[in-house]
């Protein structure tokens, strides 16, 4: 099964997201828990109506045009699961995205220039299901990513399944059904808080019974959906946005409160301190229409080598002294 992405499409800048999480500062790096990559392809568990399914994708040549070989490796492997699996990642990578506007809109910009250059045609990669970006989001709150990723893995290997293939095993994320029937208790033992591991249950069980519809968000308008993630206990601005740029594909978030983003947008415009989030909200009028790219692009600058950012500051500078 072959997949054309619309180009430009950059699928390893793409990967290097979902696989590597950025170094810390003592140079700790963590492994993926969800994605893999083996053998020269990407790698993930998909639920495909409640069926357990491995998928892999590998990056080929078409006509000399960009494509994505995508393969059902273990699992329920039918004629129908196939094809989901296809949507997925078509869906996942944004094959079909349009990235011109964007560019375009760039340009008047010197920071979002230079960076759109540098990670031209990467795009948002999309989580598989809503349900696993809001839970992941509620875990990720006020923590750091050293203490985020061991709660995450402690929880997928306690409640997720999981698909064998080649003498590996392959994780996936709990379903709703699964973290549904834990008791708060429970999950203080992954050391998860007491009020994260309320607001986690209920989302699940609300999930379960039907009372929300996570997924479905995906054909509600954005503000629509943004204001019903707002109603659940544990899902604030930051939450929803998130949830709306990783998993509902909005082209117009910004997690204006976001520690990360303030960090850099102070380092790269030049501001002499962390810029609030009104003044983020102020600076960001600009790429309206592209907020969750420009959100997204920034963000990228933490995988990036000291070296590497180095020069790109020295290149705003530059450019700034040339417009005075």
């Known amino acids: 099964m072959l997949v054309r992405p619309r180009e430009p499409f950059n699928f390893a800048r793409t990967l290097r997201f979902i696989l590597s999480p950025p170094e810390l500062l003592n140079q700790r790096r963590f492994p993926p828990l969800l994605d893999y990559f083996e053998d020269g392809e990407y790698r993930r568990v998909a639920d495909i109506s409640g069926q357990l399914a491995l998928y892999g994708v590998r990056e080929e040549t078409d006509s000399g045009k960009p494509a994505l070989r995508v393969r059902v490796l273990a699992g329920a492997a039918d004629e129908t699961v196939r094809r989901s699996v296809v949507t997925?990642?078509?869906?996942?990578?944004?094959t079909q995205l349009d990235l011109s506007a964007f560019y375009a809109m760039a340009k008047a910009d010197p920071v979002l220039e230079r960076l759109c250059a540098h990670f031209r045609g990467m795009r948002i990669p999309q989580a598989?299901?809503?349900?696993?970006?809001?839970?992941?989001?509620?875990?990720e709150q006020q923590v750091n990513l050293s203490f985020a990723h061991q709660v995450k893995k402690a929880l997928i290997d306690t409640y997720g399944g999981s698909v064998e293939f080649e003498g590996r095993r392959y994780n996936a994320f709990p379903e709703p059904a699964a973290l549904a029937i834990v008791t708060p208790r429970e999950l203080r033992r992954l050391k998860i808080s007491g009020p994260k591991a309320r607001y986690m249950i209920a989302i699940s069980r609300a999930t379960l019974d039907g009372s929300l519809d996570?997924?479905?968000m995906h054909g509600l308008e954005a503000g629509l959906a943004h204001a019903r993630l707002m109603e659940q206990k544990g899902v604030g601005p930051w939450?929803?946005?998130?949830?709306?740029?990783?998993?509902?594909g909005h082209l117009d978030c910004l997690p204006a409160a976001d520690v990360g983003l303030r960090k850099v947008v102070?380092?790269?415009?030049?501001?002499?301190?962390p810029p609030s989030p009104a003044r983020v909200e102020q600076l960001a009028a600009r790429w309206s229409g592209w907020r969750s790219y420009a959100t997204f692009y920034l963000w990228l600058t933490y995988w990036e080598d000291r070296a590497w950012k180095?020069?790109?500051?020295e290149s705003i500078r530059r450019r700034g002294k040339r417009e005075k």
């Open 88 to 94: 997925q990642v078509e869906r996942q990578f944004s």
């Open 128 to 139: 598989p299901t809503v349900f696993e970006t809001v839970i992941s989001a509620i875990l």
């Open 214 to 216: 996570l997924e479905g």
């Open 239 to 248: 939450t929803a946005q998130y949830v709306g740029l990783r998993a509902l």
């Open 266 to 273: 102070r380092e790269l415009y030049g501001l002499r301190k």
């Open 310 to 313: 180095a020069g790109l500051l």
